[in-house]
């Protein structure tokens, strides 16, 4: 069974930091596009970063460049997500997400809609 697993969420602080994991089971993560996307009740999923899993080249939205940081284990068949300086508005579900087709851009990064399969999410929270 081909499954995306996320692990690592949990409570913060303001200016703390926290490391999401997403480790491939029953695939091997290499020709794809991991994501990471973000989503609040009631807003749509918002595309964090993704890379590619062959080559480590990886996008940002501006918005996250600086913060969150993107990389992956070929050996361990994973992608983290590495949050530094985390604020109260970074509160989410976080879910990985693999897209067989295309590569680590602004358009493929940012739609949900091209990414086949997904994680079941893991809460972050960033609170005082």
């Known amino acids: 069974q081909v499954q995306l697993v996320e692990s690592g969420g949990g409570l913060v602080q303001p200016g703390g930091s926290l490391r999401l994991s997403c480790a491939g089971s029953?695939?091997?993560?290499?020709?794809?596009?991991i994501g990471w996307f973000r989503q609040v009740p009631g807003k749509e999923r918002e595309g964090v970063s993704c890379i590619n899993f062959s080559d480590e080249a990886a996008y940002y939205p501006d918005s996250m460049e600086g913060r969150f940081t993107i990389s992956r284990d070929h050996a361990k068949n994973t992608v983290y997500l590495q949050m530094n300086s985390v604020k109260p508005e970074d509160t989410a579900v976080y879910y990985c997400?693999?897209?067989?087709?295309?590569?680590?851009?602004?358009?493929?990064?940012?739609?949900?809609?091209?990414?086949?399969?997904w994680g079941q999410g893991t809460q972050v929270t960033v609170s005082s």
């Open positions: 029953g695939v091997t993560l290499d020709y794809y596009v």
């Open positions: 997400a693999g897209n067989r087709f295309g590569t680590a851009t602004k358009a493929i990064c940012t739609d949900p809609a091209p990414f086949g399969f």
